[in-house]
């Protein structure tokens, strides 16, 4: 009876073994893919004989978009846009954060910026009102356009008030004795306590503008302006036109588009070499995030 | 004397909180300018979903038209097909995903092989935090007609399928695919709310004799029925978020029928056709339907468990 029942054990923990490694080269395989094709023969990428292993290894496509200037000049713009985006993000939410874990005691009119704040998340004007807006500033095709409708990300303010409202007050207290000003009182005892969240804002400041295709689709009208995920979706093969192509198996714009298959494959894998150097760190603290955004009060 | 002592203390302290307080206002100054003309001047823009605008008359010139787009939109049969479309494709979405979430999540805690549990969980949450614009050429590469997943399909007879152009096939194919994308990282709060069950509740349902089926049923679920109840009533927020970056990267005229949403369909009636009023009207329904799903989540979490958004 109870070698059965170890059996039936040992069974079962094998299957789930199998099914979560299967799960795993789910996830896993489909992007192998691509790495692969951009590693491969134009010929055997269009015969499409491409798996998981690149078929007649080559560095062609990598090469082909070293000399891309375009690629480069958006991968470029994204870069800026990234830096730009994370120090106005943070400087904004760590200022904003800070007086609104403050008590109404504290601070009178904490109560009004709050429904100011919780009104503009629940609320918004659209995509057009916001879009004349940006065109009526002179921001079209200029950074500033990706940047700055983005600035203060609401959710995050109040993540990270709510993370400040947990730091004990006797270190506040302590620094107000010592004659510090709130400003003070911000950079040397909150800031220093509240690394993990602010890390965690970051990243995720980080991997929100780096992937955004949007706002350069709707804000951005000149090519060379383009930042990255808006360029590459710009090369992506239109699908209507491939549906057509493929009803009428091999015209002409099938092929050419299909010999660049491996050159987009690389740009696309080289586009997501910023965000693979992060994940480690986006592992180390995205669980933090997540703790910190879904268990509250 | 003691009175006097007393009141200089007041005073001294109300003046540091009146100096307080205008330093705190001036930390709320850069932040509100920017929610103020990026989040509140649009809100007057509104105007024009009331409106015949037109760029050269500006939103304060342009004729007023009361609700004239209002009753246009929902006379056209599009607004009821991209409601049930966005409808669909947001639940099913949710539904999916939350199912394969709690079951990665009940599967994996059983690994006890500690780099393998870690290698899985790199690669399983690793298409979250990937574009979908970078995740469509994966997703197209695979689906299109001589793609992968078709070419196996021939090899078992069971001959290919238009995945990309077939209006049956692509509802099922936005959802698999962003189900594909999230369910690892979804299954994080699932795998925290499993780690914090109560060892010995295992233990005394081993000692119970329960086999593996029994323990996941009577211990880990329930163990998990709060986060999932609260994960659960947070997705309603977004039932009207079908996810525009994945559908407007997979979608063609062909499968507008039921790949269209209300977010591509705002998207491409203001910005391509140029209905200024029609779309920011389409939009404005768009927001106003899910500000009051906010507040009823938000009211619904607050009543049945400790969290809420705001």
Redesign the interface.
């Known amino acids: 009876m109870k070698q059965c029942n170890n059996g039936w054990a040992k069974a079962g923990k094998i299957i789930i073994y199998v099914i979560i490694i299967l799960m795993g080269l789910t996830c896993l395989l489909p992007l192998l893919n691509i790495v692969a094709i951009s590693f491969s023969g134009s010929a055997a990428v269009t015969g499409n004989q491409v798996g998981f292993i690149p078929v007649d290894f080559t560095l062609a496509p990598y090469q082909k978009m070293l000399a891309d200037s375009q690629f480069w000049r958006s991968f470029l713009i994204s870069a800026v846009r990234v830096v730009l985006q994370l120090a106005l993000n943070m400087v904004l939410i760590v200022l904003m954060a800070y007086p609104l874990s403050k008590s109404k005691r504290e601070f009178h009119a904490r109560g009004t910026y709050m429904k100011l704040l919780i009104f503009a998340m629940l609320f918004n004007g659209g995509m057009i009102p916001t879009y004349l807006l940006v065109k009526d500033l002179g921001l079209l095709n200029t950074i500033w356009a990706l940047v700055l409708p983005g600035a203060v990300p609401i959710f995050n303010v109040i993540l990270v008030m709510n993370f400040f409202a947990g730091v004990p007050k006797s270190l506040e207290e302590a620094a107000v004795m010592d004659g510090a000003n709130p400003m003070q009182v911000l950079w040397k005892v909150y800031l220093p306590c509240s690394v993990p969240v602010l890390a965690t804002i970051a990243l995720f400041s980080i991997v929100g503008s780096w992937n955004d295709f949007f706002s350069g689709l709707i804000y951005i009208t000149k090519v060379n302006n383009f930042p990255l995920m808006t360029y590459i979706q710009s090369l992506n093969v239109n699908i209507a036109d491939l549906l057509k192509a493929g009803a009428s198996s091999s015209t002409l714009t099938n092929i050419a588009e299909l010999t660049n298959k491996n050159l987009n494959a690389a740009k696309i894998v080289v586009s997501t070499i910023p965000l693979i150097v992060i994940y480690p760190f986006l592992q180390k603290y995205f669980v933090t995030g997540i703790v910190v955004g879904a268990v509250k009060e | 004397m003691e009175l006097l002592h007393k009141t200089k203390v007041q005073n001294a302290v109300s003046g540091r ?1 009146r100096s ?2 205008a ?3 001036f ?2 100054l ?3 300018i ?2 103020i ?10 105007i ?1 979903a009331f409106e015949n605008f037109t ?1 050269a008359k500006g ?1 304060f010139g342009s004729p007023f038209v009361g609700l004239k787009h209002f009753q246009y939109m929902f006379s056209l049969p599009d607004i009821w097909v991209i409601i049930r479309n966005t409808l669909c494709i947001a639940i099913g979405k949710m539904l999916l995903t939350t199912l394969l979430a709690i079951i ?1 999540a009940i ?2 805690n ?2 006890r092989v500690n780099w393998m549990k870690k ?9 979250h ?3 979908w ?2 995740l ?7 689906f ?5 997943v078709n ?1 196996i399909l021939n090899k078992i007879g069971i001959g290919s399928m ?1 995945f ?2 077939s209006n049956t096939l692509f509802q099922p194919l936005l959802i698999m695919t962003d189900v ?1 994308k999230e369910f ?1 990282y979804s299954s ?2 699932f795998l ?1 709310a499993i780690t914090s069950i109560d060892p010995g509740l295992y233990e005394a349902a081993a000692i119970d004799g329960a ?2 089926w029994q323990k996941t049923w009577h211990v880990t679920l329930p163990g998990m029925l709060s ?1 999932i109840l ?1 994960i659960s009533v947070m997705n309603i927020a977004n039932v009207l978020n079908a996810g ?2 994945q559908v407007y ?6 499968v507008y029928e039921t790949g269209d949403i209300i977010d591509t369909y ?2 491409r009636m ?2 391509l056709n140029h209905q ?1 009023s029609f ?2 009207a389409v ?2 329904f ?3 339907v ?2 009051f799903l ?2 009823f989540v938000n009211g619904l979490s607050k009543k049945f468990t ?3 958004i ?1």
């Open positions: 909180m307080q307080n330093m705190f206002h930390m709320m850069p932040g509100m920017f929610l003309v990026f989040s509140y001047i649009p809100m007057v823009g509104i024009m760029a939103i990665f599967l994996l059983e690994i290698t899985i969980q790199t690669v399983v949450y690793l298409p935090f990937l574009s614009v970078i469509a050429t994966v997703v197209v590469n695979m299109n007609l001589d793609g992968s070419q238009n990309l152009g594909w690892g994080i709060v925290a086999n593996w986060i609260l525009f970056d990267n997979l979608y063609s005229p062909m705002v998207y203001g910005l200024y779309s920011t939009g404005l768009k927001s106003f899910g500000m906010m507040l400790d969290a809420r705001f």
